[in-house]
């Protein structure tokens, strides 16, 4: 796909599995860009926009746009796109992995298995917690949240959620829109697949782990600054809730000194909710459009509003 931009277009690539791209060489190479094509790495603030004389569009590679600042991009009049739908089921399916991973303690029973410690059977030996019949509660309804509640059908859970208001996509999944507290308080499992905003920071704090039923199960594929991380950690390890299960994290990448690591009852993923190879080749070519729709002076496939 990079290719196609590379026919048409002089481009400028950093090599992001490596370091991320210092700030200083970034302002440097948008100087006389007309495009970027960006990641969650990048911070694309004010300073960016103001160095970027040329630049007429930012080409995000996510559905998340929280690394942009939008009132910027505006004063400056650069186009925004980003990656919306072709990552929601490969999300959504991210989602449900770490919740069953989560429900049944596959990752503590396989790091007994691997360490020699697995001595025999008995009753309840790593017995876990059904998803089936349960009360699923799901922060932010849009695309990737219901495509979730879908999957729960086949496990016939009850399924609530929060938003600001009604969420288009509830309508036909017999989906309850309920209070913040009401869906904390009444959860088996609490989904965050909200977008990171002033209003949803840190929204999942001491207090809100602290109405949760301590035996319910927190799973987070929205953005690790939804949660305050030190009261989540703090939760489970006081038993507030029974577990948690990340994709995502306040600051990425994360080492391996993060107080997260190694507890048993935290299933801790690397940020992988759109990776499967089908959905990366889809946002990567949606990116490539969206750029050379903008550049050829028409309007991106999916702009942010
Ligand atoms: C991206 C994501 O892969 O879409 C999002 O918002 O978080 C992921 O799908 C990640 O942001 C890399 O840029």
Redesign the pocket.
Known sequence: HLNQLKEKYEVFMWDSAGDPMPKKRFLEEMEDADAALT??SEKVDAEVFEAAKELKVVS?????FDNIDLEAAEKNDVIIAN?PDV?TET?AELAFTLMLTSARRIIEANRELESGDWTGWSPYHMAGTDVYGKTVGIFGMGAIGAAFARRLKGFDCRVIYHNRSESKYAADLDAKLVSFDELLEQSDFVLCAAPLTEETKYKFDQEAFGKMQDHAHFINIGRGAHVVETDLKKAVETGDIAAAALD?YDGEPISKDHPFIGMDNMTLLP?I???SVATRDD?VQLCVDNITHVLEGKAPLTQVK
């Open positions: 990641m969650l995000n590679l996510a559905v998340g990656t990552l999300t995502v940020h909710g759109s990776a946002m």
